[in-house]
């Protein structure tokens, strides 16, 4: 049984609200709906939608969350559908046609929703082990493989707004490292520090921002964020894509797979996107970093 602090509380009465109004903003029949169980975001809530012949996810975002950061994220999600061809969340429009709706229930500040189709199925990391076989790696692989085959061609419209993992953002993380009080009591720790943004500086320096290892990633791929649907991987929950290192995405999802399904994830994404031969030492370098 879960059990919510009195803020909490207070956080789910008040949603529970803009999740009442913004229903009515969407053609739909027979309406309940529950707060997901799945993690617990009070800036971003997320709704189970039940309607009377089919079932949807309902995001409230951020008081204050730019629109076009919201428009962004649609954007990117029709272009895996339509470019990538890759099985994902779906936006749904409202009775008005927009696919992002504004609601603001009684003396409340205006906050957005998205509503998306459901993707029956079950998270890799819930999945049967008899399930999870080599040849449902090798398409995940290739499903990665045409995430980031889609962010080096896809052309972005002048509004695209998201945040950016690059250079400057690992850096700042390891010199934030490198001023902390239990890394100023490590000597050996300060040099390992040292040592990492030399060698990340380095892979920059060779790497740069190029569209061949630079672009829109998913951000947080890891198993349960990977719906297996029909057999087929569908990644789901983009609230952090934005720009980064796609050896950071790959990263993300590799870290959780045996040394064999290593071995055919790779062989997957590889048969739609080269790597570079070093990828291996390229991501130890990226498991450092993300250990800050």
């Given amino acids: 049984m879960i059990v919510y602090n009195e803020k909490i509380l207070q956080y789910l009465a008040t949603d529970w609200q803009y999740a009442k109004a913004a229903i ?33 996810t309902l995001r409230l975002y951020r008081a204050g969350t730019p629109v076009h950061k919201i428009r962004s994220e649609i954007y990117w999600l029709k272009a895996l559908w339509n470019n990538g061809h890759i099985k994902t969340l779906s ?3 409202g009775r008005d046609g927009e696919m992002v709706q504004c609601i603001s229930p009684t003396d409340q500040p205006s906050r957005y929703a998205t509503l998306y189709d459901w993707i029956p199925g079950e998270t890799l990391n819930t999945l ?26 896809l052309e972005l419209p002048q509004w695209f707004t998201r945040p950016r993992y690059d250079a400057n953002w690992f850096i700042s993380k390891i010199e934030e490292a490198l001023k ?46 990977i719906i297996i649907s029909d057999g087929q991987p569908c990644p789901i929950d983009v609230r952090e894509f934005g720009f980064g290192y796609y050896l950071s995405d790959i990263l993300t999802i590799s870290r959780h797979l045996s040394e064999d399904e290593n071995a055919v994830f790779f062989e997957g994404y590889q048969e ?21």
């Fill in 24 to 56: 009515t903003l969407y053609a739909l029949r027979n309406v309940s709906f529950r707060i997901s169980g799945a993690g617990f975001d009070t800036a971003n809530m997320l709704f189970f939608v039940y309607a009377a012949d089919a079932r949807f």
């Fill in 91 to 93: 936006p749904v429009p």
């Fill in 128 to 153: 049967p082990a008899s399930e999870r076989t080599p040849e449902l790696i090798r398409r995940l692989g290739i499903i990665v493989g045409r995430m980031h085959r889609v962010s080096e061609i």
């Fill in 180 to 225: 902390s009080d239990e890394i100023d009591a490590s000597p050996e720790d300060r040099t390992k520090l040292l040592s990492l943004s030399s060698r990340f500086s380095r892979f920059v320096a060779e790497q740069r921002e190029g569209r061949d290892v630079f672009g829109l990633i998913h951000s947080d791929l890891a198993p349960h964020n």
């Fill in 272 to 292: 739609i996107r080269s790597l570079s031969t070093d990828y291996p030492q390229q991501l130890a370098l990226f498991e450092e970093l993300r250990m800050l």
